[in-house]
Each structure stands twice: as structure tokens, then as C-alpha cells.
């Protein structure tokens, strides 16, 4: 088949800021990709981030972009697709601006379960404000607002996922793009709500690619992505770091249709309708 | 057929159906073809504690609640006590003869009537007493009997056949008791009036009604007193004509997802108080910023903080013009009665497609549960605008440097148009952009938008003396009350004029203007602590006007600024 759209499409003429080796060129990358793949076009494709070196994400793309503030990008995402679900709506953003400050969103959504995807790209780390720890940091990690170490725990975010109610969950790493493309893929196609935790090293302020690589680890031979406890199970097993689709719900009505689907069969003409509203409190 | 204008006041405790019983008196009134106006107190507690409902029945366009209470209709002890300082000398009494003996000082005209033995031995329940109470109400004052109990029963309608007649036997004992046992002894009747036709609507269904009428298709909302009913009436609404509503998980979430739904081509509200309004004020700088348009109803309450969720306060105008950090464009809108409420929404829809930008409608908690007798909205009149539309044409600019400030849009799905939207300052394209020549140019462009809209006709309404010494300049709920003190004040002999403010961001300039240079003297009534609308006119006529201010949870009485007009009025009447 010869593909029209091809990847470089999706590109905008705005040229990355991001550091040399930062990971979020490779989910940049992989999401180009996975959009041509699917080859649709760039005039249906929405993107929304929060804020954070990751989260200049749609600036960077050939698509309708939404860059707001810090922590909001799910609830924005939520009210795009419900208002326009003809779009594919990507939800993109940092650790920080999803697990710190937007975190009280995260379950929301993905109990909602509307069809957006959403990339999570985790450095552990605040890049754009300079290196203070984030929500992923690693106990004992050291940065700026840390210089003894860090103390407060890290958390688990596709633990999080699946304890929540995401109906897709995979991870993937920034250096493996084909794999992550493929997942960013199979989350696009997905109907409702597709949580990817793409791991993202920042070279800058925190340089983990030596001590992630080692611990990368496929799913194990005949692992069913099916079972949430088994899912659940795995995530919290963090010796090692698995990637693909850990969870995935087979049968799922995503958020806007049901809230379709509230319509009572006759949907009336405005005016009509507001006439006999208007005559009810006679 | 007389002339009326009576004030009836129910009092007792909440949980009792004082309120129900209130609201189908009023509308059993407005039915009949009286002008109604109420004012609702309940306290913070779901159950138990002092419950007010107050109807003033009358003739005349009724502007406000009135002064005083002409008849007390006490369903407890409390209730006589607490409203008994409110009614007139003179005034009128009916009370639960089972509760309530009337001191021997009271000197005007009492009815008891046994409404708790009435209930208990007639109807078989105490639940029933509101509906004995209205009965009786309804015989003495000679509301209509067939109005009355057609209204119950629609009402009702939905509780089964046993409820209605349980409802029919209360009221009739209510009513039998009257006539077999009580002798009129005053000359008040409602009977039947000329004002047929009119629909009765609080503040909060009138801003859902014209969100409604004004093309509403998305709303997110998360509940809070007393702003909730918007988002319960619509939510019944809004799937009937395609629209969708969603509770957000807070009112930061409320506003983001408008924000998302907005940019998706939707036309977006959410409705909050205070509380909310405060979580709110990053996402209006990003409307403002990004050029979306949103309308944020904020039905204000007393703070600061949780404060007083029940009561009144015009508390939130420095939130709503000045809660932002930098300064962007927005609108402010004040809504001054519940007719007005319908048409404020229904403006505020326009000026934030026109603009593209956040609109803010003040409501209160006064305006928003008060219901009143209006002409039913013409729903076939209204012609909301939506944001001009870009063309595919070259490289598109979303944020296009024009004349006006405004830009056109594109919707995502629209073809070869995509393009980035952000809080950061940026170019024409929507790129960030810092420099200092681009950013001062941006800057301008966005305040061109409000200077266009200072110019918007309409946004004041002026009434009394034609060459006044004293202005009185108000804003929102107080507009009826203001209007009542100064046609009180006008017929006394003072020069007094009114100036009422719809839009309070940006100011209507000119119009004031105008105003300020015929009065001698500014009075500004608001219901707050320091004088909030004082104060934003000071910075901006530099002007220094006496104000009347409360903060006590109440709104004012007509007498409250009559009074305060006698006091400050310069010499020379
Ligand atoms: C309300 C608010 N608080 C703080 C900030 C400052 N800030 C910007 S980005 C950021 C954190 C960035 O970390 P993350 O979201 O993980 O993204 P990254 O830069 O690492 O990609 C912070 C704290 C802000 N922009 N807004
Ligand atoms: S600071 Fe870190 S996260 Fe930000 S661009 Fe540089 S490498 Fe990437």
C-alpha cells in the first residue's frame, strides 16, 4: 500500500527546543509514526498538553494544538473529544504535570473512559523548571529541591492506571521507537481511554538511560493483557520494567458515546423544546 | 377588581414545607394574575433550623421584596418570633394556634388556627400541615380556589393518586376550618389580577433557560450552593436538544474541560460561586491568553472562604474583574433581576463568540432563588453570534494582528487550518514568541478587544429625576430595590437619578461618564463589606462616592437606601 500521509507530515516547521538526547524526540518520533500508520489526517487530529519541557509536544506537530497549563490536559482532552468526537484527541504531558499538580485528573479519566490517548513522558525529574524532583523520583534521588535526597516515595503510574479504570494500559520507552509507535498506535485505535507510560530519560537533570536500559524487560511469554489483577500485579513488580500493553479492556463504550446515548430518542428543535420549558412554568 | 401590594411572609421550621408552601402560594398568585416577587433564607443545615419564604403580591411591576411584612404566617414559635419585628404595626397575623399564643402587646389582627391538630386529626399526618396552612391562607386572602388546587395537583402529579388526595383533603381542611371558624377581619384579597400569562422563573432557571436559548451545547459544572439547579435543569435539558453536560471532578476541571470543549467548536458554560470562581482563575487567564470564548456564571454567596453558602453578598466583583495574574481580556457582566437574567445570559453567549474571550455573568444568591412573575422569554428572537470563521488562505494566522484585536478561528476538523493555541505569549501563528516588539504588539491587540467592547450599547439603564444632584450608581441584584428607593425619594421631591451598570468589565465609559457629569453627589448600595463597585469606580472616574454598604447575608430594603439618599443628599432639593 502506498501510504500518503508518511510521518514527516505531522511535523509543524517549528524546530524542537528540547536538549540534545532528551527521550522526548523519540515519543515525538513514535507518535509521528503511529499517526501514519494510521494515515489520518492532520486537520482531524487534536492535540492537547499541559505544560513542561514535554508538554511543548503540539507545538512541534501538523495538527490542531492545545497547549495550556500546568496539570490540565486531561479535562481539557475530555471536554474536546465530547464536544468534537470526530477528532482523534491526543493528550500529552510530563510526570510532574500529570502525577503532581493534574493528578487529582488522572483517575477521572480514566474512569470516564472517553477515547483519547494519552502519553505520559517520564523523566522523573521537572526539566523545564530545572531539576527538582517529581512525583516518579526514586526515594534517595538528589536534585535542587533535594540536595540530601529525596524522601517522599515514588509513584507507580500504571499501577495507577489500572487501579483506576483505564481501559488500556502500556508502557514503553523513548529509545525503542518502533515499539513505542506500535503501542502509541494501538492506544489511538483503542476505544476509550489508552494510558501509555513512556519513559523518557532527561540527559539534562537526571540521565537514568544507563540504569532504566538494563532493567527493560518484555511481558512474559503468554502474558493475557486482559487480566487487570495480572496487570496490576506486574506493574507493582518494578525490578524490572515491562513494556507493551499490559492491560487492556476487551469491550469498552467510550465516554462520549454514553453521553450520546443519554439522548432521549427524539431529539426536539431547539426553539420547540425551549418554548415548552418555557410553558411548564406558566 | 383593587389594586394590591401585599407582603406575606412564611416562617418556620426547615424541613416543614414552609418553602413549598410559600412557592405555591406565589405561584397560585402569579396564576390568578398578580405580579409576584419572593425571597427564599433557609439555613446551611439540610434539616432543621429557621426557614423564610417571602412573597410580595401585587399590581405594579414589583421591583423588590418591599419594606415591611404585611401578613405573618408562623408554622411554629419561631416563626412568630423571628418575623414578628418585620411585620408592620397593625399587620396581620396567622399562626399555628396549637404553638403560638400571641402576646397581649400584639396589636394587630391575629388568626389563630389550629393547623397541627388539623393535620394530625383530619389528614392523618403532620406532613401535611403546609398544605392545611395554604388551604387556610388561601380561604382568608381569597386566593382562587380552583388555581390553587389545579396547581397542587399538577405539581403533585407524579406522587400517585393516594398523595393527591391526602393533598385535596389538607387543603380543604385548611380552607373548611376558615370558613366555619374564622371571621375576616381585614380587607386584604388576592382574588384575580390583569397580569395573565406570565411565567414564574427564579434567577438560577432564567440563566438556564438563556444559556438554553442562547445555543448551550456543552456545560461542565461541580455542585455548590447555590449555583447547583443551573447544572440539575440543564442536565435534564441539554440531551433533549443534542447538547452535553458533564460533573466534573472540581471546578478546575469544570473550566478546563468548557476550555477543551470551546476550542472543539462548542458553545461552553460553566456555573460555580465564589469558591468555585476562585479555583477558576488560572484557566480564565488561558481563555483570555488563548482567545477562547467561555461563559463562568458565578451565583455569588457570602465569603470569605466557605463563609455563609445561604446568604447574600455581591461579594466576588474584585474576583471577577481582577483575579488573573498578568492582565488579559475579559467581561464582566452584572445580572439585575430574573427577566434580566434570561437576557445577560443570552448576551453573554454573544460577547464571548464576538470577543473570544471569557465572560463572566455575576448572579447572587438572592437573584438566583427568588422567583418572580416575568413575560415569558421570546425565544424566537434570539440570534446569538458565533466566533468569525477563518477561510483556508494561505498561511493561516490564528492570532491575525487586526484592527479590532479580533481574529478569526478555526475549529479543529477544519481543513488545512491546523494550528497551535497557548497561554504562552505568542506570534500571529500561535508560536511562542517573547521578543519584546511582538509581545507589546500582542498585548495591544488583546486590549483592543475590550476597548471595543466599552463601546457595546445597552450596558446601563437609567431611570428617575431627568436633572439630578444625586446619582445613585448600582450594579446586579440591588436593581429593583435601587429603582423602589428612588421613585420613593423622586415623589418625595429629591433630584435623584439612578445609573445601573450591566456590563462591570470593561466599565461602559461613556455612558458614565455622562451620568457623572450632571450629579453632584455618587451614592453606589452594594451588598458587601467595603464597597466593591465604590471602589472600581474610584480608580477609574476618580470619583469619591458615599456608599451604602452591608454584608449582614441579607439584601437591601427598599427603605435602607431611601433613607441613606436623604442623608447624603446635597443641599438645595
Ligand atoms: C501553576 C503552575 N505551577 C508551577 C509551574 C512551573 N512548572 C512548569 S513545568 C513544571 C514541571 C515540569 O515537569 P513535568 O511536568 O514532569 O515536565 P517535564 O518538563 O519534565 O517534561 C513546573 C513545576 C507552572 N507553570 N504553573
Ligand atoms: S531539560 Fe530534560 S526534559 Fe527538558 S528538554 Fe532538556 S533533556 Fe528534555
Not at chain 1, 158 to 167: L, R, T
Not at chain 2, 359 to 368: A, C, E, P
Amino acid at each position: 500500500m502506498a501510504a500518503s500521509l508518511v510521518p514527516k507530515i505531522y511535523r509543524s516547521a517549528n524546530k524542537p527546543t528540547w536538549c540534545p538526547g532528551c527521550g522526548d524526540y523519540g515519543v515525538l518520533e513514535a507518535t509521528t509514526r503511529a499517526l501514519a500508520t494510521l494515515q489520518v489526517e492532520p486537520h482531524r487530529v487534536a492535540v492537547v498538553s499541559g505544560i513542561g519541557c514535554s508538554s511543548r509536544f503540539p507545538i512541534f506537530l501538523n495538527a490542531y494544538g492545545f497547549h495550556s497549563v500546568h496539570g490540565r490536559v486531561l479535562p481539557i482532552a475530555t471536554g474536546l473529544k465530547v464536544a468534537n468526537p470526530e477528532l482523534t484527541v491526543l493528550a500529552v504531558g510530563g510526570d510532574g504535570d500529570g502525577l503532581a499538580i493534574g493528578a487529582g485528573h488522572f483517575p477521572h479519566a480514566a474512569r470516564r473512559n472517553p477515547d483519547i490517548t494519552y502519553i505520559m513522558m517520564d523523566n522523573s525529574i521537572y526539566g523545564l523548571t530545572k531539576g527538582q524532583i517529581s512525583p516518579t523520583s526514586r526515594l534517595q534521588q538528589r536534585s535542587s529541591t533535594t540536595p540530601w535526597g529525596n524522601v517522599d516515595r515514588p509513584l507507580n503510574p500504571v499501577a495507577m492506571a489500572v487501579a483506576a479504570g483505564a481501559s488500556f494500559v502500556a508502557r514503553g520507552v523513548s529509545w525503542a521507537v518502533a515499539e513505542l509507535a506500535d503501542l502509541i498506535r494501538q492506544g489511538i485505535e483503542h476505544r476509550g481511554f489508552a494510558f501509555i507510560h513512556a519513559v523518557s530519560p532527561c540527559p539534562t537533570f537526571n540521565n537514568t538511560l544507563a540504569q532504566i536500559k538494563p532493567r527493560v524487560a518484555p511481558l512474559p511469554q503468554g502474558y493475557d493483557p486482559t487480566d487487570p489483577v495480572r496487570a496490576f500485579e506486574l506493574a507493582l513488580h518494578t525490578e524490572a520494567l515491562h513494556t507493551g500493553v499490559l492491560y487492556r479492556e476487551p469491550e469498552t463504550i467510550p465516554y462520549e458515546e454514553r453521553l450520546a446515548a443519554l439522548e432521549p430518542p427524539t431529539v426536539q428543535d431547539r426553539q420547540t423544546f425551549l418554548q415548552s420549558l418555557i410553558d411548564a412554568y406558566r | 377588581m383593587q389594586p394590591i401590594d401585599l407582603v406575606f411572609r412564611f416562617g418556620g421550621e426547615s424541613g416543614e414545607g414552609v418553602i413549598s408552601c410559600g412557592e405555591i402560594f406565589a405561584q397560585a398568585a402569579a396564576r390568578a394574575g398578580r405580579e409576584i416577587y419572593t425571597v427564599r433564607t433557609f439555613p446551611a443545615e439540610i434539616r432543621g433550623g429557621h426557614a423564610v419564604y417571602q412573597v410580595r403580591v401585587g399590581d405594579d411591576l414589583l421591583l423588590s421584596q418591599g419594606d415591611r411584612v404585611d401578613v405573618l404566617v408562623a408554622f411554629n414559635g419561631e416563626g412568630y418570633e423571628k418575623g414578628l419585628p418585620d411585620l408592620r404595626p397593625g399587620g396581620i397575623l396567622v399562626c399555628d394556634g396549637d404553638q403560638v399564643t400571641p402576646d397581649p402587646s400584639f396589636d394587630g389582627t391575629a388568626y389563630p388556627i389550629p393547623f397541627t391538630t388539623l393535620a394530625r386529626d383530619q389528614v392523618g399526618s403532620l406532613r401535611a400541615k403546609n398544605m392545611v396552612v395554604l388551604g387556610a391562607v388561601a380561604e382568608l386572602f381569597d386566593l382562587p380556589r380552583e388555581v390553587l388546587f389545579s396547581l397542587v395537583a399538577q405539581r403533585f402529579a407524579r406522587k400517585g393518586e393516594e398523595a393527591q388526595e391526602a393533598n385535596r383533603r389538607a387543603l380543604e381542611a385548611g380552607a373548611a376550618y376558615v370558613r366555619d371558624h374564622v371571621t375576616k377581619q381585614d380587607p386584604y384579597r388576592i382574588g384575580t389580577g390583569p397580569h395573565t400569562g406570565r411565567v414564574v422563573l427564579s434567577g438560577n432557571e432564567a440563566v438556564a433557560l438563556g444559556a438554553l436559548a442562547a445555543g448551550l451545547t456543552f456545560f461542565a459544572g461541580y455542585p455548590i450552593t447555590p449555583a447547583s439547579d443551573i447544572m440539575e435543569n440543564l442536565v435534564r435539558w441539554l440531551p433533549q436538544v443534542g447538547g452535553r453536560l458533564v460533573q466534573a471532578e472540581d471546578e478546575i476541571a469544570a473550566l478546563a474541560m468548557v476550555l477543551g470543549a470551546s476550542f472543539g467548536g462548542a458553545r461552553a458554560m460553566t456555573a460555580t460561586s465564589g469558591p468555585g470562581l476562585s479555583l477558576m482563575v488560572e484557566l480564565l487567564g488561558l481563555a483570555s491568553a488563548a482567545e477562547l470564548p467561555a461563559v463562568v456564571v458565578d451565583v455569588q454567596r457570602a465569603g470569605p472562604s466557605t463563609g455563609m453558602p445561604t446568604k447574600e453578598e455581591q461579594g466576588d466583583l474584585n474576583l471577577a474583574v481582577w483575579g488573573a495574574h498578568g492582565e488579559g481580556p475579559r467581561i464582566v457582566l452584572g445580572a439585575t433581576s430574573v427577566a434580566d437574567a434570561f437576557q445577560t445570559t443570552v448576551q453573554a453567549f454573544d460577547l464571548a463568540e464576538r470577543y473570544q474571550c471569557p465572560v463572566i455573568v455575576l448572579s447572587d444568591q438572592f437573584l438566583g432563588f427568588r422567583k418572580a412573575s416575568v413575560a415569558p422569554p421570546p425565544v424566537d428572537e434570539i440570534r446569538p453570534s458565533y466566533r468569525i470563521l477563518a477561510r483556508r488562505n494561505g498561511a493561516y494566522r490564528r492570532f491575525q494582528l487586526t484592527e479590532s484585536g479580533i481574529s478569526p478561528a478555526a475549529v479543529p476538523g477544519m481543513v488545512g487550518l491546523q494550528h497551535v493555541i497557548t497561554g504562552l505569549e505568542h506570534d500571529e501563528f500561535g508560536r511562542p514568541a517573547y521578543d519584546p516588539a511582538r509581545r507589546t504588539q500582542m498585548m495591544a491587540k488583546r486590549a483592543r478587544k475590550m476597548a471595543l467592547a466599552a463601546q457595546e450599547p445597552g450596558m446601563t439603564r437609567r431611570w428617575g429625576h431627568p436633572e439630578p444632584v444625586l446619582g445613585v450608581l448600582g450594579w446586579g441584584s440591588q436593581e429593583g430595590v435601587i429603582r423602589e428607593a428612588v421613585a420613593r425619594a423622586n415623589r418625595e421631591g429629591y433630584r435623584v437619578a439612578a445609573l445601573h451598570t450591566r456590563m462591570l468589565w470593561p466599565l461602559p465609559h461613556g455612558e458614565i461618564r455622562a451620568f457623572l457629569r450632571q450629579v453632584k453627589a455618587v451614592l453606589v448600595p452594594e451588598v458587601n463589606f467595603s464597597g466593591q463597585f465604590a471602589n472600581l469606580l474610584r480608580t477609574q472616574f476618580t470619583i469619591e462616592p458615599h456608599r451604602l454598604t452591608k454584608s449582614d447575608g441579607l439584601p437591601f430594603r427598599p427603605v435602607d437606601i431611601y433613607e441613606k439618599i436623604k442623608e447624603v443628599y446635597p443641599d438645595g432639593r
